[in-house]
C-alpha cells in the first residue's frame, strides 16, 4: 500500500492549498474500513494528526486548523482531501495521509510553506 500525497507548495499567509491523497494498492473494502486523516509534521517537531475523515462523513479537527481546514474523502476512488484556507506560517511543515490509527508505512508527504 502507497498512501501518495501531493498538492503542497509555497503560499503566502493567508492563502490556500488544496491537498490530495491516494491510497494506492489498498482495496477499497479496506479503505472504506478505515478512518482516514492528514497528519502535519512542523519543522523539528513530532508529527501530529490535524484532521481525519469516517467512512460516511463524521470528522474532527485538531485546534490548531479548526475553522480553516476541510477534510474529505472519495471512497470510490480511494482518495483524501484536505482543503486549507486562511493559512498561517505555522501550518508549514510535510502533510501526510494515513489511516488513523496509522499504517507502518507512511509516504513521502508533501511540503507546505506558509510564508509571512
Known amino acids: 500500500v502507497q498512501l501518495q500525497a501531493s498538492g503542497g507548495g509555497l503560499v503566502q499567509a493567508g492563502g490556500s492549498l488544496r491537498l490530495s491523497c491516494t491510497a494506492t494498492?489498498?482495496?477499497?473494502?479496506?479503505?472504506?474500513?478505515?478512518?482516514m486523516a492528514w497528519y502535519h509534521q512542523a519543522p523539528g517537531k513530532q508529527r501530529e494528526l490535524v484532521a481525519s475523515v469516517s467512512l460516511r462523513g463524521p470528522t474532527t479537527y485538531s485546534d490548531s486548523v479548526k475553522g480553516r481546514f476541510t477534510i474529505s474523502r472519495d471512497n470510490s476512488r480511494k482518495k483524501v482531501y484536505l482543503q486549507m484556507n486562511s493559512l498561517k506560517p505555522e501550518d508549514t511543515g510535510v502533510y501526510f495521509c494515513?489511516?488513523?490509527?496509522?499504517?507502518?508505512?507512511w509516504g513521502q508527504g508533501t511540503l507546505v510553506t506558509v510564508s509571512s
Open positions: 494515513n489511516s488513523d490509527p496509522p499504517l507502518d508505512n
Open positions: 494498492g489498498m482495496i477499497t473494502s479496506v479503505f472504506n474500513a478505515n478512518v
